[in-house]
């Protein structure tokens, strides 16, 4: 099994350590006082510390949904995605862009949302109605 790895920066790692793993339920692997790994849906993700404060990330359009050009996140199961929706509004936590369905009736509709993190890094969480077509060409 490959294992996707992919690091970002925050600005306050106890705020970011408190965030992955009390607010999104993420075990966190490997410490030092300058950097934390996360599961990351088996997946391993990098927290590093940077002093200088990420800059708020700008939106571009892309067909019916504004989506951050800078961003990660997971591809989940529509079950899966319901599931963190309900759990992300409990937890109160700001969804910053949702869409029940994006690409409504072609082979790669899906549904996305996306939450920021406290150093602003955006994640996104998204559900294709037909996982076969995650990597169909758009028309």
Do not use: C
């Amino acid at each position: 099994m490959n294992v996707f790895h992919l690091a970002i920066t925050v600005h306050d790692i106890e705020k970011a350590k408190k965030f992955y793993k009390n607010t999104l339920g993420l075990e966190i692997g490997r410490e030092t006082s300058k950097w934390f790994d996360v599961n990351f849906y088996n997946h391993q993700l990098t927290i590093q510390l940077d002093l200088k404060k990420v800059t708020p990330q700008n939106s571009k359009r892309l067909h019916e949904l504004a989506v951050p050009p800078h961003h990660f996140g997971i591809i989940l199961s529509e079950n899966a995605w319901d599931s963190m929706k309900r759990y992300l509004t409990e937890k109160k936590v700001e969804i910053l862009k949702l869409s029940s369905t994006f690409f409504e009736g072609s082979n790669y509709e899906q549904y996305s949302m996306f939450i920021k993190d406290p150093s602003e890094n955006i994640i996104e969480f998204k559900s294709f109605k037909d996982r076969s077509h995650i990597f169909t060409p758009i028309d």
